[in-house]
């Protein structure tokens, strides 16, 4: 009798055990998440720490990805994962159950393709195949539900003016730059619309930002109502974006634009120095599709229909989980 492997489910009626894999980066972490809820399935969250000698090399040089990343049997049904960081480990997952943990990757691995059972990629990646499911952005955990949760934790906002402002900032990468000065003209755009229209601005920077970065906005936006998170206790993020009558997000960020697009509420884009093919690409489908519209120093008003990308995504994912495990022997793997 052959040795046996690590056990998985084995009734097809029995709830999938589900590994949720990412590098501890927000927007990778967020999409994660957000596919995974989609799905329906309860999971674990697993943030990779991963190991030297791994972490001087790229992932498609890593001869021992489980070691690398400290993942260990029993192994699940269903690994997603997000991210360059994480496509290693999920395959090897994968090939330690000797192919019964289904794989998903959202954006392109880049590595090793044909080996996954889906991936879900933006359509500005251009990647495409059977196993691909193509979304207009970022899958994310904005829901209806999520937003009214968050607001209720955050009761000191309730009584702002209006209209509330959501501004979502980030900061340089490898397309864009932002440095002080640009941020400071951010700020004083912001300040005058609310000196002209009235209102309220909640701010909330990335770890891109940087401290001089959240010192700056909050000089600038001295007096005015609102609120600058300075990274200190309770993320306020859904908050905000359940509070906001419109949201303006700085261009470096696929991820905060898509959530701010799922809240179903005008998108301003904040323009930055820089740019890609690729963000020109996503940039275009989400004017195109009436979702976004440039900062031009007052806010409008317009309505478009949210992307249902993670919805969508979600249920496919569930589905083909769902088909695989029907096709199991009810008896356990020896």
């Known amino acids: 009798m052959a040795a046996a492997l690590p056990s998985l489910t084995a009734d097809a009626d029995a709830e999938p055990r589900v590994w949720v894999l990412h590098d501890g980066k927000p927007g990778m972490r967020s999409q994660a998440l957000g596919l995974a809820e989609a799905s329906g399935f309860s999971f674990v969250e697993k943030r990779l720490d991963i190991r030297p000698p791994w972490v001087w090399l790229p992932p498609h040089l890593w001869l021992a990805p489980l070691a690398a990343s400290g993942l260990a049997p029993p ?6 994962g997000c991210g ?5 480990p999920a395959l090897a997952v994968r090939r330690a159950s000797a ?3 289904l794989a998903a990757q959202i954006q392109d691995p ?5 080996e ?5 990629v933006p359509a500005h990646d251009r990647l495409r195949g059977e196993r691909v499911v193509v979304t207009t952005g970022a899958l ?28 979502l900032i980030g900061g340089a990468n490898r397309a864009y730059r932002l440095g002080l000065a640009r941020l400071g003209e951010i700020a004083d755009r912001v300040a005058a619309a609310l000196r002209d229209a009235g209102g309220s601005a909640l701010v909330t920077p990335s770890r891109r930002t940087g401290a001089a970065g959240v010192a700056l906005l909050r000089e600038r936006l001295k007096g005015l109502p609102g609120a600058v998170w300075d990274g200190s206790g309770d993320n306020p993020y859904y908050a905000y974006l359940a509070l906001a009558d419109a949201c303006l997000v700085t261009a470096d960020s696929v991820s905060m634009v898509s959530e701010a697009a799922a809240t179903g509420k005008p998108v301003h884009i904040l323009p930055l120095a820089g740019g890609d093919a690729k963000f020109a690409r996503f940039y275009a489908r989400m004017r195109e599709s009436g979702i976004t519209w440039p900062f031009a120093g007052s806010i409008e008003r317009w309505s478009f229909a949210p992307p249902d990308d993670t919805a969508r995504a979600g249920a496919t994912l569930r589905a083909l989980v769902e088909a ?3 096709l199991r022997p009810s008896a356990a793997l020896v």
Do not use: H, K, Y
């Open 99 to 101: 192919g019964r943990t």
């Open 84 to 88: 360059r960081n994480t496509a290693a």
């Open 116 to 120: 996954f059972d889906l991936m879900f």
């Open 110 to 114: 880049r590595i090793r393709r044909g």
């Open 140 to 167: 994310n955990r904005v829901t209806s539900a999520l937003l009214a949760a968050e607001r209720c934790r955050f009761p000191q906002l309730d009584g702002l003016p209006r209209p509330i402002l959501a501004v």
């Open 75 to 80: 192994w699940p049904d269903l690994v997603i």
């Open 324 to 326: 695989r495990l029907a």
